[in-house]
C-alpha cells in the first residue's frame, strides 16, 4: 500500500487488500492458531528466519497483520506489534528497553492504571520508575542516569488534560541517547503526529477512539525507526548478539527495526500479550471512521466544555480546547484540530456536587473507559486512581471533587442537557 494516499483512504484501506482465495472484500478474521507447512524444509527455512511467513499466532496472524499494517501507516512509522491490551503494549514495551537495575522517567500526569504498572509493578522487578512532573524540564534533565532506557508521557495526560512539550522533552531525551516513548491513546494518529515531534516510539490503548465503540480490548506499538539504538552503550541487548535468536545483533541486522523486531521476536515470543484475530477485527472496523468520529468528539467537546466554562456553579474545566486553558498553545502547536474528547472538570461543591451530579444523569453513562461512541462519566479519585496514596492524587492534580468526561458522537444539545440537568440536581 502506498502511502501516498491521504489519511482517510489509508485509514480504510491500508493494511488489507481482498482475499485472494475467496474475494471476500473486508479483512476476513483467520481465527487460527497454526499454518500448514508446505514442505519439511519450509518449515525449518520459516524457523531458521531465511523465509517470511505465518507459524503461530503467538507470533503473528494474518488479522492482526493488517491491523498492524494499517495503524503504522497511519503513523507513518517502520513496523507495529499489537497487544491484548494498552497495558500489554506498555509493559512489553518497556522490558524490550529495560531490565532489574534500570531506570525509566515517567510524567506523573499518566492513567492510573500506568502509575501502578510503573511505580509498583516494575518497580517491584527492579525497573525504577522516576515520575516528574511533566512541565518541570529540569525534572527531566535531572532525573538522568547511566541507567535510564526511556523517557514516557501522554499526548494529553489522563485524566486532566494537560499537554507536555513533547519536543523540548524529545530534546532532552536524544541528547542523553535516551528513546522517547509517548502514549498517544487520547489523540490517536488523527490529531497528533507524535513521530514529527520527537516520539521514537508510540503506544496506543486501541480499546478506547481506535476501536472506538466500547467492545474490544486491544494496544499496539508503532516504531519510527529513527532511534539510534547502534553503538548506543545504554543497549547492549541491542547491540550484542542474542542467544536466545540465532545471534542476531537487532541494532544491525533488522535495519531501522531493530525495536519493533526485537519486541516481536523476543518479548512477545516470550511473554505472549498477543491480540485475538477477533479484537483486531473489531478494532479495525473502528479505524474505518476514525477522523469521522474524531471530528465529531472534537466539536462536541467543544461545545461542552464552553458550556460547563459559563456555568455559574463550575469551578474550573481543564480541557485545552478553551482558550483560557493555560495548554491552549501547545494543543494548537501539537495537536491544532483537536485533543481527543477526555478531559475534567470540577463543581463548587466538591465531592459530594461530584457524586449527586454523576447519579443524576440520564443519558451519560458510569463507567471505567473513554473514547466510546457514547459519553462517559467517571470520578477518578474513587476509581481509576483509587489506587493512588492523597501525595499521588494531588501530584496528577486529581482533587475529591474532579468528574471525568469522555464525550462521545450523540447530538451535543443532548449531552448539555443532560449535564446541565445534572448540575442542577446536584446543587439540590
Ligand atoms: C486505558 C489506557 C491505557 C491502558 O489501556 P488498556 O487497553 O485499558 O489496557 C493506557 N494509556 C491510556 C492513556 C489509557 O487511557
Known sequence: MTTNYGFDTLMVHAGHTPDKDTHSRMLPIYQTTAYTFDSAQHAQELFALKVPGNIYSRLSNPTVDAFEARINALENG?????????????????????????EIVSSINIYGGAINLFGVTLRNLGINVKFVDPDDLAAWENAVTDKTKAFFVESVGNPNANIADLCAIADIAHKHGIPFIVDSTMTTPYFCRAFDFGADFIIHSATKYLGGHGTSM???????????????????????????????????????????????????????????????????????????????????????????????LVEKVNCPVLKSSPYHERMLKYMPNGCGSTFTFELKGGRAAGAKFIDSLKLISHVANLGDTRTLVSHPASTTHSQLTDEQLKAAGISAGTVRLSIGIEDPKDIIADIQQAIEASSK
Open 218 to 312: 486491544a494496544g499496539i506499538v508503532v516504531d519510527s525507526g529513527k532511534f539510534q539504538f547502534e553503538g548506543n552503550p545504554r543497549f547492549p541487548q541491542y547491540n550484542n548478539p542474542d542467544p536466545s535468536y540465532h545471534g542476531i545483533v537487532f541494532a544491525k541486522d533488522c535495519g531501522n527495526a531493530g525495536f519493533i523486531t526485537r519486541l516481536r521476536a523476543l518479548v512477545m515470543r516470550d511473554i505472549g500479550s498477543c491480540l485475538s484475530p477477533f479484537n483486531a477485527f473489531m478494532i479495525m472496523m473502528g479505524v474505518e471512521t476514525l477522523s469521522l468520529r474524531m471530528n465529531k468528539h472534537a466539536s462536541n467537546t467543544l461545545a461542552v466544555a464552553e458550556f460547563l466554562e459559563a456555568h455559574p
Open 78 to 102: 517502520v513496523g507495529a506489534l499489537a497487544f491484548s491490551s494498552g497495558h500489554a503494549a506498555m509493559f512489553n514495551t518497556m522490558i524490550n528497553l529495560a531490565s532489574a537495575g534500570d
